[in-house]
T-cell receptor, first 114, second 114 residues
Framework: AQSVTQPDIHITVSEGASLELRCNYS??????LFWYVQSPGQGLQLLLK??????LVQGIKGFEAEFKRSQSSFNLRKPSVHWSDAAEYFC????????????FGKGTTLSVSS | EAGVAQSPRYKIIEKRQSVAFWCNPI?????LYWYQQILGQGPKLLIQ????????DSQLPKDRFSAERLKGVDSTLKIQPAKLEDSAVYLC????????????FGSGTRLTVV
């Protein structure tokens, strides 16, 4: 079955510290992978996506993610967290076909302490 | 380009009442999705349209939920009658059908059923 697992429900990091959010997926074919961020009361905003090629992808707001096929993972990282990064983060997976539905993980809530 | 428009932003109804949500996708996006996001969970696909045809409605509770996209542009999602467990954020997203670049989400409608 196709699924996305985000093992950490809630993470707290200090402002300026580095961040890594974990994502593992189960998918039968070559997946397309996404990270979205959701601030309170807002819709989901795309941070970055992986389709093919370089397994380290850069996104907006200083985020990056690394696709590791052998580990079925697509972890999100940021070297230095800002207070404005506090939000909920969702990993999603979909097939390499346009116009198809994504499967989302349950999300990780990030809190940033000063 | 204009984003995905949704209305209303918030809705409070009593159980057994009916409610409707509206979505206008990005111009040119043939594929439209309705997702349900229950508090603390990731978005779950309810229904996917391509133009005015249904691609996937396997997770739509058809005894109470219905959706249409009559002219292949904007869409309406209806719940009748509502149950307490329908309290959630209803997200609309759209994407191109021929070129996979991920979704664009609307801000969502937060439904509270009391």
């Amino acid at each position: 079955a196709q699924s996305v697992t985000q093992p950490d429900i809630h993470i707290t990091v200090s402002e300026g510290a580095s961040l890594e959010l974990r994502c593992n997926y189960s998918y039968g074919a070559t997946p397309y992978l996404f990270w979205y961020v959701q601030s309170p009361g807002q819709g989901l905003q795309l941070l970055l996506k992986y389709f093919s090629g370089d397994t380290l992808v850069q996104g907006i707001k200083g985020f990056e993610a690394e696709f590791k096929r052998s580990q079925s993972s697509f972890n999100l990282r940021k070297p230095s967290v800002h207070w404005s990064d506090a939000a909920e983060y969702f990993c999603a997976v979909g097939p390499n076909q346009a116009g198809t539905a994504l499967i989302f993980g349950k999300g990780t809530t990030l809190s940033v302490s000063s | 380009e204009a984003g995905v428009a949704q209305s209303p932003r918030y809705k409070i109804i009593e159980k057994r009442q009916s409610v409707a949500f509206w979505c206008n996708p990005i111009s040119g996006h043939a594929t439209l999705y309705w997702y349900q996001q229950i508090l603390g969970q990731g978005p779950k696909l309810l229904i996917q349209f391509q133009n005015n045809g249904v691609v996937d409605d396997s997770q739509l509770p058809k005894d109470r939920f219905s959706a249409e996209r009559l002219k292949g542009v904007d869409s309406t999602l209806k719940i009748q009658p509502a149950k307490l467990e329908d309290s959630a954020v209803y997200l609309c997203a759209s994407s191109l059908a021929t070129r996979w670049r991920g979704y664009t989400f609307g801000s969502g409608t937060r439904l509270t059923v009391v």
